[in-house]
């Protein structure tokens, strides 16, 4: 995982090239071809995973959704592409109910919380992601804002960030439902936050996993902090070691475990959704790493296993078509040179997707009376 976030993190050519032949020097060239599973393969894998985590499968509806979203107004969004491309079918797909899709202004009032990955506060402003997603779905009333955390700190110490901010929000929103969504090692901060403080528990309509590390990842288990580390010398890095923490968080077996020992709180609605890439669409600088999680499982996005994602006793909401980077860290629009070469793959259409999933959310919640 380490190492494939360096390359992008890099704001000069120079540090880029550097940093990029660095890393590739730690992700063992040798991997073998990966070997993708046959569609019944998949599909049996990914149901009995479902059905041993006790998760509800409702990929129908929001496919529905966003290919409702795709068609109505990802033309004219950036990085459009057909609803068949934006989502990896694997089998069949439950929950589809043909109703209409409304896509006027929201008429609920929940505020939306993004939690980040590791070391993205190192290069926040390098990302330019509030141009992104969601900029574009205030536009229909939804009230989105970010959640600073200690992108090298350790799940424990974030968790307590996110009570904190939380908790000192202003008083005309205490009484807000809040939706918390977390991208790669945002969502297990999440859950280590709703887990350890129930006065944070009780506000918290839904937890949204959007390639979220809440198993960890085999790449972390091979890593050290001082890996990690190293975005803190990049000039332009914004960023401190905190507790250095983070890598330790993201190993597979400290996840495992923590999973086993933290109950997680009812009364929360759970969603994962789960990056699935068609190889042919995942970007060259993380092909190194597809091929070393592909010694375990070929069905990763590069940096976290499909099954890695899923939140136990969540509703699985859909298979992405898109790599760890390309749902959600816009790099090539903010650096065409970079997204002509290293991230080749990086164009997904990601306001489309955020629409789609806020009001997927936002029609569940209301349809279990939430």
């Not at 890393?23 to 060239?29: F, G, I, W």
């Not at 009032?109 to 939690?115: E, K």
């Not at 992601?129 to 959640?147: E, L």
């Amino acid at each position: 995982m380490i190492p494939a976030l360096c390359y992008s993190f890099a704001p000069t050519s120079a540090w880029r090239r550097i940093l990029f032949a660095a890393c590739a020097l730690l992700l063992a060239a040798c991997a073998a071809e990966p070997v993708q599973p046959t569609s019944e393969e998949a599909q049996v894998s990914v149901m009995e995973y479902v059905t041993r985590m006790h998760m509800e499968d409702r990929r129908g509806r929001f496919r529905e959704i966003y290919c409702t979203v795709l068609e109505e107004h990802g033309r004219d969004l950036p990085d459009y592409r057909p609803c068949e491309v934006a989502l990896t079918r694997v089998g069949e797909e439950s929950g589809a109910s043909g109703e209409p899709v409304p896509l006027g202004e929201t008429g609920a009032d929940y505020l939306i919380l993004m939690v980040p990955g590791l070391g993205w506060d190192c290069f926040e402003e390098w990302l330019g992601y509030q141009q992104s997603g969601p900029r574009y779905v205030a536009g229909f009333g939804y009230d989105t804002r970010f959640v600073r955390v200690d992108g090298l700190s350790s799940t424990e110490n974030n968790a307590r960030q996110i009570r904190d901010y939380i908790a000192g929000m202003p008083e005309e929103d205490a009484a807000r439902p809040l939706i918390l969504m977390g991208y790669s090692k945002g969502a297990p901060d999440i859950l280590a936050a709703v887990a350890a403080y129930p006065e944070l528990a009780e506000r918290v309509a839904a937890v949204v996993s959007l390639a979220g590390a809440v198993g960890g990842s085999p790449l972390a288990d091979d890593a050290t902090q001082a890996h990690a580390n190293l975005l803190t010398l990049v000039p332009g890095s914004a960023c401190e070691k905190g507790d250095e923490g983070a890598v330790e968080s993201l190993r597979t077996a400290v996840r495992e475990q923590w999973l086993v020992d933290n109950p997680l709180p009812d009364g929360i609605r759970y969603y994962s959704v789960v990056t699935y890439p068609d190889p042919d669409h995942i970007s060259w600088g993380l092909q190194k790493s597809y091929r070393i999680l592909s010694g375990i499982d070929a069905r990763n996005d590069t940096q976290v296993l499909m099954d890695g994602q899923m939140i136990p006793g969540s509703t699985l909401v859909a298979f992405v078509n898109a790599d760890h980077w390309a749902i959600a860290v816009p790099v090539a629009r903010e650096h065409p040179f970079i997204g002509d070469t290293v991230v080749n793959h990086n164009d997904y259409p990601r306001e489309a997707l955020f629409e789609a999933l806020l009001r997927y959310v936002e029609e569940d919640l209301a349809r279990r009376g939430q």
